[in-house]
């Protein structure tokens, strides 16, 4: 069952939003060569330490930490380690999310680490782009067909693949609600979009195959084909006025 949002409970997954938006505003700032996974972790507990929030990944499902790290060939779900030293043109997926008063907040970025290769810059830039065609279909009446459809159409038009095994998802007084939201083909059933609904939008891109593995750890999950991958995220409600960005910051600086 899709759980739909009045706007003053908009407004409270809001504020868990913003919380994660600043989070990783504040991550962002520290990222380059030499500073390993777990100092990025450390600061983003000190940072949820001074909110009244909690972390929505630690512990969930025994998830250890509340960042996720993913560099290069990772796609999603690194777990952050003190050996995982970042290096000049490594390409790092940083997710986090929150529950403030009840709500979720959940978000991701890719970024660059020094300067990266073109290839790494395109995938960036291309995945970056599928989540804001995402974003743009997020409009009442639309079906989660046409969100998969943007995604899909401009990520394969470039040349790169869209990961299956991994989807968007509802969010709201939980994590992970209904609708899944897939990236790419038709999903079933294809939901109609309803004012009051917000979803995770969350393309996951390869520069190869769409296939993935999952490492030892039981988390970390990598390209099958060993080429690099991108992650981008927003929550988003859906409004009459047409999509909402909850993980957004109010700066209008995207997180």
């Known amino acids: 069952m899709i759980e739909l949002k009045n706007p003053a409970e908009i407004e409270k997954m ?47 499902r025994g998830f250890p930490c509340c960042l996720c790290t993913s560099i290069n060939e990772e796609v999603v779900h690194g777990i952050p380690s003190s050996h995982r030293v970042l290096k000049e043109g490594d390409l790092l997926s940083l997710d986090f999310g929150v529950e403030l008063d ?61 990961v299956q095994q991994f989807v968007g998802h509802g969010i709201g007084r939980a994590m992970h609600e209904e609708p899944q939201v897939p990236n790419f083909g038709k999903p079933r059933p294809d939901y109609r979009l309803r004012e009051g609904m917000v979803l995770a939008l969350e393309p996951m891109v390869n520069v190869g195959g769409p296939e993935v593995e999952i490492e030892k750890d039981g988390w970390t999950a990598r390209t099958a084909d060993g080429s690099l991958s991108a992650h981008f995220e927003h929550s988003v409600a859906v409004t009459v006025k047409g999509p909402e960005v909850l993980s957004r910051l109010d700066s209008s600086q995207a997180c």
């Open 102 to 162: 009840g709500w979720f907040g959940d978000a991701a970025v890719s970024v660059g680490v020094g300067r990266l290769s073109p290839e790494a810059g395109k995938l960036i830039r291309v995945t970056g782009e599928a989540l804001a065609r995402a974003i743009a279909a997020m409009q009442v009446g639309n079906r989660l067909s046409d969100i998969a459809r943007a995604v899909q159409g401009h990520v394969e038009s470039h040349g790169f693949s869209v």
């Open 14 to 60: 809001r504020r868990a939003n913003q919380v994660v938006a600043e989070t990783l505003q504040e991550i962002r700032a520290m990222i380059r060569p030499g500073v390993s996974t777990m100092e990025l972790e450390e600061k983003a507990r000190e940072l949820l330490n001074q909110t009244r929030a909690r972390s929505a990944f630690q512990g969930y």
